[in-house]
C-alpha cells in the first residue's frame, strides 16, 4: 500500500497522531521491484523500484514487544532527518480452538514481515507499506493428492479508509480440498485506527480458487458490488504443512493489504 498521511501533528507512523486523513492511496498485489534478502554480515537488504534499505544489527530496536504476546515483533528502524525506514518480522503463534482442544502453533517453515519507508514534507507524508511473506516452497510432487485440511491463519497488514489508517491482526481460517484442488477461506484484518485510536478493519472479505501445482492465485470476494482485490497463496514446508499468504485490494469503503502464515489445525480433521 502506498499512501499520503495528512495530519495535525507530524511523527512516525509507529506512534500515535490524533486526527488526519489518507489521500493518493494505491494498492497492489506485488510492490513493483521488491526484493528481499538476507547476508549473515550485513542482514537484512530490502529494495523496490523507487526506495531500498539495510537492517543490520545496528539497527536492531527489539527483538519482542510484551504487549503483543501472541504477535511478538522484531524491529529494525533506520532513521534520518527526512526520512524513516521501519523492518518488522513477525514471530507467529496461531492460536486454534474447537471442541476436540485448543493451543498454539508456532510455525516452523512460514514466515511474514512488513517494511515501512516514509518521507516527511510540510503537513504530509508519503509512505509505502509493504508486506511480503516467506517460506520453502513445497515441491509439486510432494503435494497431498487426497483429503480435506483446514489451515488455521494469523497475519498483519493495513486498512485505510479517507480518514483512517488501521494496523490490523487477522485470526483466519481456509480450507483446502486436495481431492478437487480447491481452496476457499475468509479475510478479516481489525486494529487500532492510528489517527483517532478506536478500533475498526476490514470484515467478510472471501477467497476461493483453484491450485496449479504449489500455489493458488485469485480475487477476493465482498458482498459489497464495488469491491476488487487479489491474493496469492503459496504452500511451503514438506507436505504441505503450512502455507503464506499475501492479499491487497479494496472492500469498497477502504484499501487493504496484509500477509499471514497458514497452519494445519491439529483440533480439526
Known amino acids: 500500500?502506498?499512501?499520503?498521511?495528512?495530519?495535525?501533528?507530524?511523527?512516525?507512523l509507529t506512534e500515535d497522531t490524533r486526527g488526519g486523513t489518507t489521500s493518493n492511496r494505491t494498492v497492489t498485489l506485488d510492490t513493483p521491484g521488491f526484493k528481499g534478502s538476507y547476508n549473515g554480515s550485513t542482514g537484512y537488504s530490502l529494495s523496490d523500484s523507487v526506495n531500498?534499505?539495510?537492517?543490520?544489527?545496528?539497527?536492531?530496536v527489539s527483538d519482542t514487544w510484551?504487549?503483543?504476546?501472541?504477535?511478538?515483533?522484531?524491529?529494525?528502524?533506520?532513521?534520518?532527518?527526512?526520512?524513516?525506514?521501519?523492518?518488522?518480522l513477525y514471530r507467529n503463534k496461531v492460536n486454534t480452538s474447537t471442541a476436540l482442544g485448543s493451543g498454539s502453533v508456532e510455525p516452523k517453515y512460514a514466515g511474514i514481515g512488513g517494511w515501512q519507508?516514509?518521507?516527511?514534507?510540510?503537513?504530509?507524508?508519503?509512505?509505502r507499506l509493504t508486506y511480503f511473506a516467506f517460506g520453502p516452497a513445497t515441491p509439486t510432487t510432494d503435494i497431498p493428492r487426497s483429503g480435506i485440511v483446514k489451515?488455521?491463519?494469523?497475519?498483519?497488514?493495513?486498512?485505510?479508509?479517507?480518514?483512517?489508517?488501521?494496523?490490523t491482526t487477522s485470526l483466519d481460517e481456509i480450507a483446502?480440498?486436495?481431492?478437487?484442488?480447491?481452496?476457499s477461506g475468509s479475510l478479516s484484518m481489525g486494529g487500532t485506527n492510528f489517527f483517532s485510536g478506536?478500533?475498526?478493519?476490514?470484515?467478510?472479505v472471501r477467497f476461493?480458487?483453484?491450485?496449479?501445482?504449489?500455489?493458488?492465485?485469485?480475487?477476493?470476494?465482498?458482498?459489497?458490488?464495488?469491491?476488487?482485490?487479489?491474493?496469492?497463496?503459496?504452500?511451503?514446508?514438506?507436505?504441505?504443512?503450512?502455507?503464506?499468504?499475501?492479499?491487497?485490494?479494496?472492500?469498497?469503503?477502504?484499501?487493504?493489504?496484509?500477509?499471514?502464515?497458514?497452519?494445519?489445525?491439529?483440533y480439526l480433521p
Not at 500500500?1 to 512516525?12: P, V
Open 208 to 266: 476461493s480458487g483453484t491450485m496449479s501445482g504449489n500455489m493458488v492465485t485469485g480475487a477476493t470476494e465482498s458482498g459489497v458490488a464495488v469491491a476488487s482485490g487479489q491474493f496469492k497463496l503459496l504452500f511451503v514446508g514438506p507436505n504441505a504443512d503450512e502455507l503464506v499468504l499475501i492479499h491487497a485490494g479494496q472492500d469498497g469503503r477502504g484499501d487493504f493489504v496484509g500477509s499471514a502464515v497458514g497452519v494445519r489445525n491439529p
Open 52 to 60: 531500498g534499505a539495510v537492517f543490520g544489527r545496528a539497527q536492531l
Open 151 to 167: 489451515y488455521s491463519l494469523t497475519g498483519r497488514g493495513n486498512y485505510a479508509g479517507d480518514n483512517a489508517l488501521y494496523f
Open 198 to 204: 478506536n478500533y475498526g478493519g476490514i470484515y467478510s
Open 66 to 88: 510484551a504487549n503483543e504476546k501472541n504477535y511478538p515483533t522484531v524491529l529494525f528502524s533506520r532513521l534520518s532527518a527526512n526520512s524513516a525506514d521501519y523492518l518488522a
Open 176 to 183: 483446502v480440498d486436495f481431492d478437487t484442488h480447491t481452496i
Open 1 to 12: 500500500m502506498e499512501l499520503t498521511t495528512t495530519a495535525g501533528t507530524t511523527s512516525d
Open 117 to 127: 519507508h516514509s518521507i516527511s514534507e510540510t503537513g504530509e507524508r508519503h509512505t
